[in-house]
Nanobody, 124 residues
Framework: QVQLVESGGGLVQAGGSLRLSCAASGRAFSTLTMGWFRQAPGKEREFVAA????????DYADSVKGRFTISRDNAKNAVYLQMNSLKPEDTAVYYCATAAGPMPCSGDGCYPYWGQGTQVTVSS
């Protein structure tokens, strides 16, 4: 069983930065892909970024490439999402998720474990 707790969300002006953190429990953390997704009001949940078990491979949604960076620290059972140059359209609840395998996947069906989410609001 894996439990995930996100933190670091908040209100920021457009152009600003935030760093989201996700603390994970469970011995299998270091062997599994981790992902970040987001869901804006009235919209479906969408893929943001994923990182392979050892950090050797990362994938990003086109909408965040060049602005967001995903990273992980397996010694701390943690994954991070550094978000720079934030835009109002980045406003959403951001979710951390653990995949069932070691390689990045952008489909939410790959992720059986989810956190509760953290709100990110970007004002214009």
């Amino acid at each position: 069983q894996v439990q995930l707790v996100e933190s670091g969300g908040g209100l920021v002006q457009a152009g600003g930065s935030l760093r989201l953190s996700c603390a994970a429990s469970g011995r299998a953390f270091s062997t599994l892909t981790m992902g970040w997704f987001r869901q804006a009001p009235g919209k479906e949940r969408e893929f943001v970024a994923a990182i392979s078990w050892n950090g050797g491979r990362t994938d990003y949604a086109d909408s965040v490439k060049g602005r967001f960076t995903i990273s992980r620290d397996n010694a701390k059972n943690a994954v991070y999402l550094q978000m720079n140059s934030l835009k109002p359209e980045d406003t959403a609840v951001y979710y951390c998720a653990t995949a069932a395998g070691p390689m990045p996947c952008s489909g939410d069906g790959c992720y059986p474990y989810w956190g509760q989410g953290t709100q990110v609001t970007v004002s214009s």
